[in-house]
């Protein structure tokens, strides 16, 4: 199974920063990666698909790179209902798999 | 709207069997392929499985291989996961999923969810 590690794992930031999160797969998945925000007792929302598209509705403070291996998300200003677990996942191949998350809390 | 309602949680012994369902409304779900997402308390999230839009193809988790199985029925607007051999390892939230595109190929991303359904298997 493809590995997926993301980093940090937590960051303390404060409304208004930009905010990246990474994302390294054990193996090349061309672009085929997406990006999750939940919030505490709630379903995962989408916000990236395909590595680098916003999703309908998701707010264009979101953005998404990368390609291969490596990738990011990044909020270009953090608002308060940004504070929130973030995942990356991988469809390249199954099993499908997720990054361990990385908590955004508040500083 | 799209709507999905997980129902079947619960308590259940380790060694037993449950039966999960997934009631969808809003759009066609004969078109559309349909994933189970789990989630261990405090933990991160685990894909399950998956089933293609017309049923014809089928993919688990290693850790649910041959204990779980995943079906459809789209004249009533279900998707079931049957666990058996339950483990409390496979204590979670389960989630189950829409796939991002319409008769897509797989693999898929998933938009739409439903609520979560929790299952604990203790003794």
């Known amino acids: 199974a493809i590995q997926m590690t993301q980093s940090p794992s937590s960051l303390s930031v404060s409304v208004g920063d930009r905010v990246t999160i990474t994302c390294r797969a054990s193996?090349?998945?061309?672009?085929?990666l997406g990006w999750y925000q939940q919030k505490p007792g709630k379903a995962p929302k989408l916000l990236i698909y395909a590595a680098s598209s916003l999703q309908s509705g998701v707010p264009s403070r979101f953005s998404g790179s990368g390609s291969g291996t490596y990738f990011t998300l990044t909020i270009s200003s953090l608002q308060p209902e940004d504070f929130a677990t973030y995942y990356c996942?991988?469809?390249?191949?199954?099993?499908?798999?997720f990054g361990q998350g990385t908590k955004v809390e508040i500083k | 709207q799209v709507q999905l309602v997980e129902a079947g949680g619960g308590v259940v012994q380790p060694g037993r069997s449950l039966r999960l369902s997934c009631v969808v409304s809003g759009f066609t779900l004969s078109s559309y392929g349909m994933h189970w997402v789990r989630q261990a308390p405090g933990k991160g999230l685990e894909w399950v499985a998956v089933i293609s839009y017309d049923g014809s193809n089928k993919y688990y988790a290693d850790s649910v291989k041959g204990r779980f199985s995943i079906s459809r029925d789209n004249s009533k607007n279900t998707v079931d996961l049957q666990m058996n051999l339950l483990r409390p390892e496979d204590t979670a939230v389960y989630y189950c999923?829409?796939?991002?595109?319409?008769?897509?190929?797989?693999?898929?991303?998933?938009?739409?969810w439903g609520q979560g359904t929790l299952i604990t298997v203790s003794s």
């Open positions: 999923a829409r796939d991002l595109w319409e008769e897509g190929a797989h693999p898929l991303l998933f938009d739409y």
């Open positions: 996942l991988q469809d390249y191949n199954y099993p499908e798999t």
């Open positions: 193996q090349g998945i061309r672009n085929d």
